[in-house]
């Protein structure tokens, strides 16, 4: 029997490319706060580009192509569980 193990890193696209009859939206809104938990390619003018040393890397991405996720998240964790500690105490 083969096995599969499928890992979904994730990757958020800022698309500056997004327009609406009022103009484009430059902006990513209510996902801001997700630009430090995640890797994040910018796609502006047909390209896409990256700040991120782990994803600029990667001359194409494809399914083949992992990264480690950010541990940015981390702090927010061991906040969030010293909060409810403390309230549960």
């Not at 958020?12 to 995640?38: C, M």
């Not at 003018?45 to 940015?72: A, C, P, R, V, Y």
Request: without cysteine; hydrophobic residues 35%; glycine residues 4%.
């Amino acid at each position: 029997m083969t096995k599969f193990a499928f890992f979904v890193l994730p990757l958020l696209i800022d698309n500056r490319e997004v327009t609406s009859d009022t103009g484009k939206f430059n902006t990513p809104g209510r996902l801001e706060g997700l630009i430090e938990l995640f890797r994040v390619l910018t796609l502006e003018n047909g390209q896409f580009t990256s700040d991120d040393e782990s994803i600029s890397k990667f001359e194409k991405i494809t399914e083949n192509t992992t990264w480690e996720n950010k541990t940015d998240w981390k702090k927010y964790a061991d906040m969030l569980e010293k909060t409810v500690t403390e309230f549960m105490k």
